[in-house]
Structure formats: structure tokens, C-alpha cells
Antibody
Framework: EVQLLESGGGLVQPGGSLRLSCAAS????????MNWVRQAPGKGLEWVAA????????YYADSAKGRITISRDNSRNTLYLQINSLRVEDTAEYYC????????????????WGQGTTVTVSS | EIVLTQSPGTLSLSPGERVTLSCRAS???????LVWYQQKPGQAPRLLIY???SRATAIPDRFSGSGSGADFTLTISRLEPEDFAVYYC?????????FGQGTKLEIK
């Protein structure tokens, strides 16, 4: 069974940093693109970042550029999201999601999602 | 970035009814790289439709997607009680891979 388990969320003061992790199992992690999506309380989905299978390509939302870094360790089957200079508006549930296919048109389509980890930025 | 506008924001319907949700892009979505997700309260989103019209695994055939260019629709032919949820479209043709703001289907 394909599973994604996020961790690393918590309460952080504005200006702080956090690294979220997503542990993957049940599929060949190194063959698939991965994404991070967040959802502020009571709000809609916001795509944050994506990374290719080999880490060669990374893509970011405009709101993430400069403060957020997506990375992966294929030897550990783990995806990461580093968030620096945290702001109150970064408060959200953060989901990792697996790309649908190892190549082709659906490479970045998100077919399996984790249950999320909660980040709260507050003083 | 491509802005996706979903309409309507909220729909109140009864089980058994047919519904069509709209997703309009601020510019053409390349190669119909458009997906639809369903999200229920307290749950992660679930992939329904990809490539504008292909159903994901285990998605009932009452769900269908269509459209191209900048106009896309999700149709549910006959609403079941479990279909009342929030639906999001997303384009993945051009980074950033933006979402629409969502359409909430609620029981009338």
C-alpha cells in the first residue's frame, strides 16, 4: 500500500524556521515526482512546491520563492520542506503528495496524499 | 501565473440531481493539464480527474470531466450522499501549478 506520512509541524514563532518531512512507503520513491500543498484554516488548497524524481528540477509558488526549499533523499525515501522566516500567513496544514506516473504527461499530477502536518506560526 | 476561477462558490443540491462545476483559467492551460480533486472535511484531497477528462483509479463513472483551452467542467451525473464535499481544479501545465478557490457542494 502506498503511504505518505508527514511530520515536523508544530508551533513556531514568527521569524523562525521549520523542516517538514514526508516518509514514503509502498512504491519506488526515487522514480516519482513529489509535491507539497498547504491549506490555511478554513481556506482552499495552495500548491507550494514540486520536485522531480532526481531533484534535477524544482518548482515553487510565487509565495514560496526565497523562503521555502523542497528537497528529497531518495536513499531514505523521504521528502522535505524547509521553511525559513516563518510568517503568520504560513499557518496551515501541509500535505505531501506523490506524482501519478514516473514519466509523461501526468508526472506532477498528485494521486496519493498524506494526512498532513499542522504548522502554526504565532507569538 | 495562471489564475483559476471556479463557479459557483457554493451549490445547494439534493441527492440524485445532476451538477456541473466550472473552472475557468486566465489563460489557456497547456495540453489540457487540468485536474479535479474532491476534499471532505478533515480529510486530504482525493484525485478525481486528470488530463481534463480521465477518471482516476476507483472513481465512479458518474464523475466526468471535459473542456480544453481555458474552460473546463466537472459533471456529476447523479449526486450520491457521499459526493457532498468541496471540489478543486488545478492546472499543472505551467508552474506555479495553481488551484482554483473551490466549489462547495452542500445538501439542500
Amino acid at each position: 500500500e502506498v503511504q505518505l506520512l508527514e511530520s515536523g509541524g508544530g508551533l513556531v514563532q514568527p521569524g523562525g524556521s521549520l523542516r517538514l518531512s514526508c516518509a514514503a512507503s509502498g512504491f519506488s520513491f526515487s522514480n516519482y515526482a513529489m509535491n507539497w500543498v498547504r491549506q490555511a484554516p478554513g481556506k482552499g488548497l495552495e500548491w507550494v512546491a514540486a520536485i522531480s524524481d532526481s531533484s534535477f528540477s524544482t518548482y515553487y509558488a510565487d509565495s514560496a520563492k526565497g523562503r521555502i526549499t523542497i528537497s528529497r533523499d531518495n536513499s531514505r525515501n523521504t521528502l522535505y520542506l524547509q521553511i525559513n522566516s516563518l510568517r503568520v500567513e504560513d499557518t496551515a496544514e501541509y500535505y505531501c503528495a506523490k506524482g501519478k506516473e514516473p514519466t509523461g504527461s501526468y508526472y506532477y499530477v498528485m494521486d496519493v496524499w498524506g494526512q498532513g502536518t499542522t504548522v502554526t506560526v504565532s507569538s | 501565473e495562471i489564475v483559476l476561477t471556479q463557479s459557483p462558490g457554493t451549490l445547494s443540491l439534493s441527492p440524485g440531481e445532476r451538477v456541473t462545476l466550472s473552472c475557468r483559467a486566465s489563460q489557456s492551460v497547456s495540453s489540457s493539464y487540468l485536474v479535479w480533486y474532491q476534499q471532505k472535511p478533515g480529510q486530504a484531497p482525493r484525485l478525481l480527474i486528470y488530463g481534463a477528462s480521465s477518471r482516476a483509479t476507483a472513481i465512479p463513472d458518474r464523475f466526468s470531466g471535459s473542456g480544453s483551452g481555458a474552460d473546463f467542467t466537472l459533471t456529476i451525473s447523479r449526486l450520491e450522499p457521499e459526493d457532498f464535499a468541496v471540489y478543486y481544479c488545478q492546472q499543472y501545465g505551467t508552474s506555479p501549478y495553481t488551484f482554483g478557490q473551490g466549489t462547495k457542494l452542500e445538501i439542500k
